[in-house]
């Protein structure tokens, strides 16, 4: 490859997608472990939740999703989304070249790298429940780690109401963990993007002495390490000096839908939100709508 | 019209449509007022909720949804969704050729005959709230009524989760029915055709003295009262004699996804799940996939 060219794609953004807002946990991962990346996040909030929706459907969504933003010039593609990871990655990968990371893998090695008792416990939506996903990723790294689910659908209503230290919160948590603290895992997968929000509570549901894995981070781990192992991290510039904020004009946002309410949970959830955010469609590879 | 042709017209099935399985508490309450009827439900379980979406997407999904049902032969449309109903009427009266009815005029014009002290309040989706929809349909009932909204996000997955009665449902409920309680409304309307599966719950949360109004039986009643007056209800045939179950295989339900969740949900919410249910695409007007 000629060097420029390849300094050219090196600078590219890392893409990322999520069924909604959710990602956006991801996206803080991605941006604290790669400071000097730059990013393009798509949320499906047009057809948000994933969660409860079949395989056809999740693989569908998820292909024009991928395509979209393999369409506006990205060095890699991160799928935010548990579900979608769980789902779709085998069609995601048939369908766009480029490096494809899950959270899923991720979130499953870095579980068992952490449980001592060999007892891991999953909360996820139902899809990723139903998938299976986490708990073949967890037999591949180590096949004698005993695995239990659990879906916890209020999760994500209760995070994106702002409500995740409300005592209703807290009451859900008890009700939804309790076969899993009776299991006595002491590792804890968050496979959901929401429910890092509500990690205070989880832990503090499950006990101190219980590990909690947020998939989101042990990508963004994975990812930092791939990009420098293969010699594709940006550029740093003279301004890279600088910490970037959040949110700030370098990092680009599309939402398929309601760009006023994704600015509003993105506030609730990064403390800031996008200085750069448009609304598209991406089931006709069209930017045919912005807000 | 040619009287045989008259009564094949009458005899065609009420078409229903909702963003997913909340407008089965819709199914129900029209079964009940039209024992004779028989009805298509079409859930469009790929896209829900609408409630978070913007007016352009739910006018867009209604439209397909309506053309859908129109393409298999109704004699009249009823919008179960509020929110559909209060983003999308306009259009999908533009759309079919149909008698159309949504729910939220009947809620409206329920609500305004049964308060007294003239304060009212509505509880809807984000979206239904926003619209201002109810707030409308009740001003121009009875415009020195006072209004107050509030929207109940949570409620949604609670109905869903089989939790409606739990100890969280009372506490999220007092907390989102504060502001109402305390503005001293005599009724309350259920704009969300989730929120009558909490009906108990809301019920005590706002005290006896508040009449619950369920837009779903409003309209129910609303729409036996047209079809008499058209002359357009179906023959009563002798079998007509013994009373009909809740979704035996006269009534034919279709979904958009997830037929197996649907089956599950609608177990909860009517006693018994449809025997008649088929997974369809509904965006390029095709039946392509079937469950």
Same mark, same amino acid.
């Given at each position: ?56 459907? #999740?693989?569908?969504? $998820? ?5 979209? &933003? !393999?369409?506006? @010039? ?5 799928? %935010? ?65 005993? #695995?239990?689910?659990? $879906? ?5 209503? &209760? !995070?994106?109401? @702002? ?5 209703? %919160? ?87 839908? %309601? ?33």
């Amino acid at each position: 490859m000629i060097p420029n060219l390849q300094n050219d794609f090196r600078n590219l953004p890392i893409g990322i997608f999520d069924s909604g807002v959710g990602g956006l946990t991801v996206y803080r991962a991605l941006h604290e472990y790669l400071p000097d990346e730059h990013f393009v996040y798509l949320g499906d909030t047009a057809r948000v939740p994933y969660g409860t929706k079949s395989l056809a459907t #999740v693989e569908r969504y $998820a292909i024009e999703n991928s395509r979209f &933003l !393999a369409s506006h @010039g990205i060095k890699m593609l991160v799928v %935010a989304c548990n579900t979608a990871s769980a789902l779709a990655l085998p069609a995601i990968r048939a369908a766009v070249n480029l490096d494809v990371a899950g959270v899923i893998g991720p979130g499953a090695r870095a579980a068992v790298k952490a449980t001592k008792e060999k007892r891991i416990g999953v909360i996820a939506t139902e899809a990723t429940v139903s998938s299976g996903a986490y708990a073949q990723a967890i037999a591949k790294s180590d096949e004698n780690v005993s #695995v239990i689910e659990r $879906a916890c659908p209020l999760f994500v209503s &209760l !995070a994106e109401e @702002g409500w995740a230290d409300s005592i209703e %919160a807290r009451s859900i948590a008890e009700k939804y963990l309790k076969d899993i603290s009776a299991a006595n895992v002491d590792t804890l997968v968050l496979g959901c993007t929401h429910y890092p929000i509500l990690k205070r509570v989880i832990q503090e549901t499950v006990g101190q002495n219980v590990r909690l894995i947020d998939s989101g981070e042990a990508t963004a781990e994975e990812v930092a390490a791939l990009l420098k192992e293969q010699n594709l991290s940006r550029e740093s510039f003279s301004q890279s000096a600088n910490v970037r904020q959040l949110c700030d004009d370098l990092d680009h946002f599309y939402v398929t839908d %309601a760009a006023t309410r994704f600015a509003r949970v993105a506030e609730r959830f990064l403390g800031s939100s996008p200085k750069v955010l448009e609304a598209v469609e991406v089931w006709g590879q069209d930017e045919l709508r912005k807000s």
